[in-house]
């Protein structure tokens, strides 16, 4: 109950929501694939990172394979995997450009992308060629309910 | 209800890295469900998953020495060594395929758990514990998971019989199964053939697999396996990689 109670107020501090079930968090200035990959875009640079939905369902992760700054990538096609104890899963762009910068401290520490998935876990960063690819993406309350709807679905 | 279709390839003696490859280009490339069994492949070969470091895992001296080809796959889990003594089964499917089935991994190795059940039938004492395939306390057969968006493909390597000899080009892992205790390789695993005849347990399986797929078989020479494809992931580690990675071996190995 106190650990509950914890959560709630960090989450408010944070601009979080919470979804009560399984304290799965989705920040709320991010869009969202249905992939379970986020973005930020700031001008024209998107960080890009997989949700806390993701990591919980991967479960503990152990390896992650990203590409190499200068890579060219596609919306909607794989940019790389994450392997965990239970599977590797390929990992999608959620927009188009080129990587410019990469989370190398994710080669040493996997676990990042489980303890902070929306920030120290972020995988690449690309400079964006069309700004509006964004707009097909989700916002957080609607990826919310696609998990829900996609936990429930079985 | 109709069952779910399912293409079947039986290969022979495929060279395992051609298999890797195959099993990449239908994952990525395919909408079609497939169940993959090759019966062996021709020379010994060590395969370590996508995050595997031949310097933690191998004794790469040796392996340099008897020119052991070594391949990262695209799929995550542990290093086994493959030869004509190995059988390969793989199922390919897309996400809703399976009714009922959430494309987990936990569920996935527990669904096929089931499927290998029903191919022993009570011989052995089959079970399935943290991703292997037993017989007894003693693993049989690895698995090795990789998920997409849209299909998972799972991939089995059974230990039809191994030689020693080979066993000795892998060191003990640093991760290792709760269940293996600390195990040396060869007290941890055991041989299939002690248990079920080869081509029983190929039977068996298409067998058990047509119960849930309506299966249709392929062959060797279809053309697909002809179809080239760009950024497989699958790949044989170079001489200058593994030769590297001796340089780095610690001093005092830790024989399985």
Redesign the interface.
Do not use: E, H, V
């Given at each position: 109950m106190a650990s509950r109670l914890w959560a709630t107020r960090t989450a408010s501090y944070l601009r979080v929501s919470l979804i009560s079930r399984n304290f799965a968090t989705v920040v709320k200035d991010l869009k969202y694939a249905d992939s379970h990959e986020w973005v930020k875009i700031v001008g024209n640079s998107a960080t890009i990172g997989i949700t806390d939905h993701a990591q919980d369902h991967l479960g503990d992760v152990v390896y992650v394979e990203l590409p190499e700054a200068g890579t060219e990538v596609k919306k909607g096609e794989n940019f790389g995997a994450v392997e965990s104890v239970k599977a590797t899963s390929d990992i999608y762009t959620p927009v188009s450009g080129k990587v410019t910068d990469v989370n190398t401290k994710l080669s040493d520490s996997p676990s990042l992308v489980n303890s902070s998935p929306f920030e120290d876990g972020w995988m690449i960063k690309v400079e964006v060629k069309d700004a509006k690819e964004v707009d097909s993406l989700m916002d957080a309350d609607r990826y919310s309910k696609f998990c829900d709807d996609e936990d429930n679905k079985h | 209800m109709r069952l779910p279709l399912m293409n079947l390839f039986k290969l022979n003696r495929m060279p395992i890295l051609r298999q890797l490859h195959l099993e990449e280009m239908l994952m990525r490339t395919s909408s079609e469900n497939w169940c993959i069994i090759n019966d062996g492949t021709i020379n010994p070969t060590i395969v370590m998953?996508?995050?595997g470091k031949p310097q933690e895992l191998l004794e790469t001296e040796s392996v340099l020495r008897d020119e052991i080809p070594v391949i990262r796959r695209?799929?995550?889990g542990g290093t086994v060594i493959v030869d004509q003594d190995t059988i390969f089964v793989t199922f390919i499917c897309n996400k809703d395929t399976i009714p009922?089935?959430?494309p987990?991994?936990?569920r996935i190795i527990q669904w096929t758990g089931h499927l290998y059940e029903t191919v022993f039938n009570g011989i052995g004492n089959f079970s399935v514990c943290e991703?292997d395939y037993l017989l007894g306390e003693r693993k049989f057969g690895g698995n090795?998971?990789?998920?997409?968006?849209k299909r998972?493909l799972q991939h089995t390597s059974f230990l039809w019989d191994y030689k020693k000899s080979n066993m000795s080009y892998l060191k003990l892992p640093q991760?290792a199964p709760n269940y293996r205790q600390g195990r040396s390789h060869l007290d941890f695993i055991c041989r299939m053939k002690d248990y079920i005849s080869r081509s029983g347990f190929i039977d068996e399986t298409i067998r058990a697999a047509g119960s849930h797929f309506q299966l249709t078989p392929l062959h060797q020479k279809d053309g697909f396996l002809n179809q080239q494809y760009e950024h497989l992931?699958s790949r044989l580690l170079t001489i200058d990689e593994l030769e590297e990675a001796a340089v780095y071996t610690p001093a005092v190995a830790t024989r399985v």
């Open positions: - | 998953g996508i995050s695209m799929s995550g009922g089935l959430k987990d991994p936990q991703n090795a998971l990789s998920i997409t968006s998972w991760k992931r």
